[in-house]
């Protein structure tokens, strides 16, 4: 098991020194049925302010499939998040609006949350285009291969989030 360092004032200590002069623009999209379950507990409103240390929130968009509770929308919508019902795969929906943040020149930063290794490209991809990653995961089953891939790695727990101890350094 990984050392972690854990805490809301941690986080925003250390993304507030990552940050370069300067906020950051950020895109913030989030993998809803994956992430945002009961047993998960996620705070969309801590995501939203771990993210305000480091930059501006520019577009923040959750993903939810057709089967999303009216409640759950709400939900989504009352802390600010632009809701996206996808009739289909999610997956690919989040994809490809992944792959315009890429192209936007107004975003600096794509963040995203989910466990999912399926996102490793779009990750790489906006690597290769200069833009920051960071990556808010939930465990169990948050993908190694999504971890190694983003710039900075944010653990969500039951208890508040953390980073792994070797991104403190």
Excluded: W
């Amino acid at each position: 098991m990984q050392n972690v360092k854990t805490g809301f004032n941690s986080i925003v200590k250390y993304l507030s020194t990552k940050k370069e002069i300067g906020r950051r623009s950020i895109g913030l999209l989030v993998d809803g049925p994956n992430v945002l379950r009961k047993e998960f507990d996620v705070n969309l409103e801590e995501i939203r302010d771990v993210l305000k240390e480091y930059g501006n929130v520019k577009i923040g968009r959750v993903f939810l499939n057709q089967y999303a509770s009216n409640k759950l929308v709400e939900a989504v919508e009352n802390n600010g998040f632009e809701p996206v019902i996808c009739s289909s795969d999610v997956d690919v929906r989040l994809a490809v609006e992944g792959m315009d943040l890429v192209h936007n020149p107004n975003i600096d930063t794509l963040a995203l949350v989910t466990r999912d290794a399926d996102f490793k490209p779009l990750l790489n991809k906006a690597n290769e285009h200069g833009k920051e990653t960071i990556i808010f995961g939930v465990e169990p089953g948050f993908s190694t291969a999504l971890r190694n891939s983003s710039d900075y790695v944010v653990i969500l727990n039951t208890g508040g989030v953390s980073i792994p101890e070797e991104e403190m350094s």
